[in-house]
């Protein structure tokens, strides 16, 4: 995620470590709830599954826990992005960095309105599979921004050869716009607004 901190009208605002969202899932027969990372208490974790081989494809954040933290510090600073992670019945699974898009090198690729906002998403390793956890990760954390009343559409910037995610993303509902060559990566652009999630999907 490439942050360009300029000034903006618009903030993500702060956001307190008590549970944001929390809601049953009767599709994984679980209580799925998101809150703000907590450095000290989860960027181990994090760190852990940014270095297996299985994240390293797509997800290019290999190094020392250090520069994690830096980049996680980096964040939690900027009125442009914040970071959350996603838990099962109290287990972390997932971690989600949301930033705006005005903010980001996306920005100068696409139309885009002042409070739209784009995802990366991180799931934990798959040593137990929970058959649609993924998906039904993405579609809580759709519901807990689209929650906030002055939520945008939401973007996201898969890389070209992500199948996986491309799917994923097409199952939810969002719309494929184009592709575009960012700094890190050639990407597909996809696309979904509120009207548009809640038209595709069933929550909890």
Known sequence: MNYNLQSAAFSLGSFENDNLYQKRFRSLNSLISFRSLDIQKDLETIHNWVNMDYSQTFWQMRGSIGLLRA?????????????FVGLMNDSLV?????????????????????????F?????????????????MVKAFLDFYFLRNNSGKMFAEPDNQNLKSINLLERTGFKKIKKVTLSYKTAYVYSITK?????????A
Do not use: W
């Open 71 to 83: 980049c996680y510090q980096c964040i939690q600073q900027s009125p442009f992005g914040h970071s």
């Open 94 to 118: 997932c971690q989600f960095d949301l930033y705006k898009v005005e903010a980001d090198e996306l920005a100068s690729h696409i139309e885009y309105e002042l409070n739209d906002c784009g």
């Open 120 to 136: 990366h998403l991180i799931m934990s390793p798959n040593s137990s599979p929970v058959r649609g956890l993924t998906t039904e």
């Open 195 to 203: 009207e548009q999630f809640y038209a595709t999907n069933t929550i």
